[in-house]
């Protein structure tokens, strides 16, 4: 295959395979101060939105990225805003592949790529870590085509956008430091200096180099915020990629710089997972610079095969992810977000007071249900890291004292992921009461309170409380789908109970709905049963 039809290709599956829907946790959050940014057409530094940290300062450290996606978003809707974390993404990866290949052969570049590819999908999302990636890869190839005011103008944008500039700014500042130590010029020494003060150039100064830290001591409790264990494939992914950079610089005696980069940056991607493909990202052009000796060998004896084999790969890996319903779709992903509770908690005549909300959910609440409900907190950790986060934690498993937590911050209604502890709790709680569940989010009201509201009295997300009444489990399940017609456990749980009744028309017609929704997985045992009682199946 040509290169530049290989190069084609692998731009082609790039784009295909990151273009997914926008769920990301946060997407509301930066929606929200996107907007504000460019009504207010200045920079928040105090909290408006929540009721536990009002007035607190903060820092929107990712303020320039915030009024990017708000603009898309004005322009474009929610497909331009996979579209654009689609382009960030592949962006990265095209990027590096022109620092790579200088002077070697590409595909050696593109294998390497692939090889790190998983870990990219493994943290991929709508939010401005993707934009990071892309800045990452362009300051890489300004490293190696010896660029120097470029790649302090670059740090300046890049400190604005988001804070994986203090990787930048490391970076810059140890291949000058190199450059120095082999040619004792002054100037490569001024030139690493400047790398360490141009991210400055951002709203808030020094203290952006410190709040990076600030956020990772408050968000230790995420799942991207710890390391890969041995039992996750990345973990292993990132391994093997380490193991064959170390062995071609014991066998090729590389400078100290080189073992100060691999040493640096191996503890990076092992301290946590949303670091692992940035530390892979900057070891790609050290990869590719010790196997380009060798290389020329091992693609002559892989002959022709090799530009077959990574179209294959390429080819493979993007039908994976179509497959999986995990690529070539644009818009918003409903799974991950309360976007159907968060309208029923917006209805006029719905719910009335403070809401404590899933950490999770409090990005979306802040785009879709602000100002007429403040957030007990959302993804800015580092605003909540003082008791908040400790709080919502608490009470969301339920641990002793949650009922003294609520009380205190006055909070009348309850809007967690209904996998939670204190989702089963409050199910039986005698001073709450359910008003809405479905796949992903449960509310609860506490009692008399939003009068207006009303309750659900059999149905619950583990089931009717009594199998006897099926008729008002049937009616209910029924108003719970009109408020929330992609809820696909509502159809499923419809179809059993229509079966049960004996109305098998209606039973198949809630099964085909619930079967083109694409659930995850195939449901539950007693789902498949009913499916194939059906015929369906």
């Not at 050696?108 to 999302?125: D, E, N, Q, V």
């Not at 996750?232 to 071609?248: M, Q, V």
């Not at 020329?296 to 992810?321: C, E, K």
């Not at 039986?428 to 309170?449: N, Q």
């Amino acid at each position: 295959m040509p290169r530049p039809a290989l190069f084609a290709l692998l731009a082609a599956c790039l784009l295909a395979l990151f273009s997914c829907p926008a769920g990301s946790y946060d997407l509301g959050l930066h929606l929200r101060l996107g907007e504000e940014i460019a009504l207010a057409g200045s920079i928040p530094r105090t909290d408006l939105h929540s009721y536990t940290a009002q007035g607190a300062p903060f820092l929107a450290h990712e303020w320039l990225c915030q009024l990017l996606f708000h603009a898309v978003h004005r322009a474009f809707g929610m497909s331009g805003i996979s579209l654009l974390a689609a382009a960030g993404a592949a962006a990265a990866f095209l990027l590096l592949l022109t620092a790579l290949d200088r002077g070697t052969d590409r595909r050696l570049g593109i294998l390497i790529l692939l090889g790190i590819l998983p870990l990219a999908l493994s943290h991929f999302g709508a939010r401005p870590h993707v934009l990071g990636w892309a800045v990452l890869a362009l300051f890489l190839t300004g490293l190696a085509r010896g660029w120097r005011w470029r790649l302090l103008l670059l740090l300046g944008l890049w400190a604005n956008l988001h804070g994986s500039v203090l990787l930048g700014m490391g970076l810059g500042a140890l291949h000058f430091l190199e450059r120095f130590a082999a040619s004792r010029r002054r100037d490569e020494l001024a030139w690493g200096l400047a790398c360490l003060a141009a991210p400055l150039a951002n709203p808030y100064g020094i203290r952006l180099y410190t709040h990076v830290f600030e956020i990772r001591g408050a968000a230790a409790f995420l799942t991207e915020w710890k390391p890969w264990t041995p039992g996750d494939a990345y973990f292993w992914i990132w391994t093997a990629f380490l193991l064959l950079l170390a062995g071609r610089l014991l066998r090729t005696r590389g400078t100290l710089f080189d073992a100060i980069r691999l040493l640096a940056l191996a503890v990076l991607g092992y301290s946590a997972r949303r670091h692992t493909l940035l530390a892979a990202l900057c070891l790609a052009p050290l990869q590719a610079r010790l196997w380009a000796p060798v290389w020329p060998l091992l693609a002559t004896r892989l002959g022709r095969w090799l530009d077959a084999a990574l179209a294959g790969i390429l080819l493979l890996g993007l039908a994976h992810q179509v497959r999986g319903h995990h690529a070539g779709r644009l818009g918003l992903d409903t799974r991950p977000l309360p976007v159907a509770a968060t309208e029923f908690l917006m209805r006029p005549d719905g719910i009335e007071g403070r809401v404590f909300n899933d950490y999770n959910f409090g990005g979306w609440m802040l785009w879709r249900a602000w100002p007429r409900f403040q957030v007990f907190l959302d993804g800015r950790t580092d605003l909540y890291r003082r008791g908040p986060i400790a709080e919502c934690l608490a009470v969301s498993r339920a641990e002793p004292g949650w009922e003294a937590l609520l009380a205190h911050y006055r909070i009348s209604t309850v809007f967690v992921r209904k996998d939670r502890p204190l989702a089963r709790v409050l199910r039986d709680h005698p001073g709450w009461e359910l008003a809405y569940f479905d796949d992903l989010a449960v509310i609860y009201v506490a009692r008399g309170t939003s009068p207006q509201v009303p309750r659900l009295r059999v149905a619950t997300p583990w089931g009717p409380r009594d199998p006897g009444r099926l008729a008002e489990y049937r009616d209910e399940l029924s108003t719970l789908l009109a408020w929330n017609e992609e809820a696909a456990d509502h159809r499923i749980n419809l179809a059993l109970v229509l079966e049960r009744l004996g109305d098998l028309e209606g039973a198949r017609r809630e099964a085909a709905r619930y079967l083109s929704l694409g659930p995850e997985g195939d449901g539950s045992p007693e789902a498949d049963a009913l499916l194939a009682r059906l015929g369906l199946r």
